[in-house]
């Protein structure tokens, strides 16, 4: 088993940490949950309702907009700045690099998420002196965000492979958004009845990544139990499509020339 | 003849350009040379003559359109080749969040050794390039000269057998240029093969063992710099003072080049001698007679003319 995409991912987790810019997103995350207390005060009998919900949409958010900007630029800043020109020269393939680098800016917002995730438990701690059984789902909605995170980073490392920054930005936003709403995309294609309508549909459905399943903020908030079933169900389904997305990623960026 | 480090054969690279209407540009036309074992190499060219892309094919960061090529033995495409060669890119940037020391210390850790040896290794190379007392430095506090020279250790930090240099001293100041010199005559001490691109021809002149010279992509001539330039003295160059009075002698006077007090004049190797009398006979001081031979620099400069004169037959306008 080769060592070097850990390697090439402790470096990048270092990249992170030494980059101020990722510490103001900590800190306004960190802010958002805090704010929810003030929301919660003001929100009789539902505060910790409204810090969950708050607290969990902050981490989601956040934790997005780290995957997706320090996503896009994995590849293109490394190419950029010519570092990758000294990386390759060394015994690393492409794809072990590209490994290392989606399993560094993962490494990166497992940690963030996991301090994000504390400020949300002592927000819930202060205002009610206590935690319930049920809030096992919030540890459970945060495992869904970072399931989807890294789909959402395997994404736009993928796009980075073959286009700038900007432009990554944008197609893994769109997917991102477009995944959110696959279902509906689905069930469109079935109230049309025209049998071409429905087969691209459900491509579509089948192609892009289900983002819905992934969210169990509501769930968390209101206290409900999250199925065993859909924690394998939406672990297996984001390692089979990290694979997935990683392999066309490595393909790609195989046959490409660093000019 | 001894093993070739380094053999290309027929290598190309052409280049689509233009954004809607693509063609191809050539880069690199059927390179075909061979590099023994333990020869400094220097690889000469003006700006976009094909070196870097070379270079570039190389290490396998580009890939040919045609051709092959093998380092100590191995295709360029087969990783294991990466064990036996160090590069160092033209005008090398490196992760500037990380100090000289964490950085070797990350290259060392991509062949595998283990911390006490990456440890021991970093130390030796961070001295042996000038920097121990940089070491926990950050990079993006170094000068380009610093750069240049982290940027050789980490070439060298696995004890590579072919050394790739892109321009290593290029856009460095003297002293800068005389320690990254002073390290490639190191290696070649040691007995490692060093191939390295340079458009400085003096420093070619003074570090190789043979040169290629490349030209729009095309192999100009290989060989070493004395067979690639005819050695032949071509003229002899005076310098001389004159006495405070005294006028030129009349058949040297229209030659000469007054350079402050100096003068200056090229005669034919046959006219020394009478000329040397003309200044004995007006008292002038002999400072220093020196032969003339074409140097590398010469040839380049007329394989560049005759490259751009090839281009425009005419010797009319492009357009």
Not at chain 1, 186 to 193: E, H, K, P, V, Y
Not at chain 2, 117 to 136: I, N
Not at chain 2, 265 to 284: G, I, K, P, T
Request: aromatic share 10%; proline share 4%.
């Amino acid at each position: 088993m080769s060592t070097i995409p850990s390697v090439v991912a402790i470096n990048t987790f270092r990249e992170a940490v030494r980059d101020r810019v990722l510490y103001n997103l900590i800190f306004f995350a960190l802010m958002m949950i805090s704010a929810s207390i003030l929301v919660g005060g003001i929100s009789i009998g539902i505060e910790r309702l409204v810090i969950i919900n708050l607290g969990l949409s902050a981490i989601s958010i956040f934790g997005l907009i780290m995957a997706i900007f320090i996503g896009v630029g994995l590849v293109s800043k490394e190419i950029e700045k010519r570092t990758l020109y000294t990386l390759l020269s060394k015994p690393v393939r492409r794809w072990e690099f590209l490994v290392g680098k989606f399993g560094g800016l993962l490494l990166t917002l497992t940690v963030n998420t996991a301090l994000m995730t504390l400020g949300l438990a002592a927000a819930l701690f202060y205002v009610s002196r206590n935690f319930l059984r049920a809030d096992v789902s919030i540890l459970v909605a945060v495992y869904f965000i970072l399931l989807e995170l890294a789909l959402v980073t395997a994404l736009a490392l993928f796009f980075s492979c073959f286009s700038s920054p900007m432009l990554s930005t944008l197609f893994t936003l769109a997917i991102y958004v477009a995944g959110i709403f696959s279902k509906d995309i689905r069930d469109i294609g079935i109230l049309t009845q025209n049998p071409a309508m429905q087969a691209a549909a459900r491509a579509i459905y089948y192609v892009l990544p289900n983002f819905h399943n992934f969210n169990a903020i509501t769930a968390a908030a209101h206290g409900e139990s999250i199925p065993v079933s859909l924690i394998w169900q939406n672990t297996a389904y984001t390692a089979f499509y990290v694979a997935v997305v990683l392999i066309g990623a490595s393909a790609v960026f195989s046959g490409r020339n660093l000019k | 003849m001894g093993t070739p480090a380094i053999e290309i054969e027929g290598l190309t690279k052409d280049y689509a350009v233009g954004f809607w209407r693509k063609r191809m540009r050539r880069s690199l036309d059927h390179l075909t040379l061979q590099v023994q074992e333990g020869e400094a190499f220097g690889f000469l060219g003006p700006n976009g003559a094909g070196k870097t892309t070379t270079l570039k094919l190389l290490m396998n960061l580009i890939f040919p359109t045609a051709g092959t090529a093998r380092v100590r033995g191995r295709s360029i495409d087969d990783v294991r080749m990466h064990r036996e060669i160090g590069y160092l890119p033209e005008q090398p940037y490196f992760y500037d969040y990380l100090t000289a020391r964490e950085l070797l210390d990350y290259y060392a850790r991509l062949f595998g050794y283990p911390a006490v040896e990456r440890r021991q290794r970093v130390t030796r190379f961070l001295e042996h390039v000038g920097l121990a007392d940089a070491g926990d430095v950050q990079l993006r506090k170094f000068s380009k000269g610093m750069l240049q020279r982290v940027g050789i250790a980490q070439a060298i930090i696995h004890d590579p057998q072919v050394v790739f240099l892109d321009e290593p001293m290029s856009g460095l100041d003297p002293v800068g240029r005389r320690e990254v010199r002073n390290i490639i005559l190191d290696l070649k001490s040691q007995g490692r093969t060093v191939f390295f691109s340079t458009h400085i021809l003096s420093d070619a002149e003074m570090l190789c063992d043979r040169v290629a010279v490349l030209l729009g992509g095309k192999l100009q001539g290989v060989g070493a710099p004395g067979e690639i330039v005819s050695m032949e003295v071509y003229g002899m160059e005076i310098f001389f003072e004159m006495r405070v009075g005294s006028s030129l002698p009349a058949a040297l006077a229209p030659h000469a080049t007054r350079i402050g007090e100096r003068y200056r004049v090229e005669v034919q190797e046959e006219q020394l001698y009478s000329a040397l009398e003309q200044l004995r006979n007006c008292e002038a001081r002999i400072l220093s007679v020196t032969p003339l031979r074409p140097t590398l620099e010469d040839y380049f400069m007329k394989l560049v003319a005759r490259d751009k004169t090839a281009s425009h037959p005419t010797g009319g306008s492009a357009r």
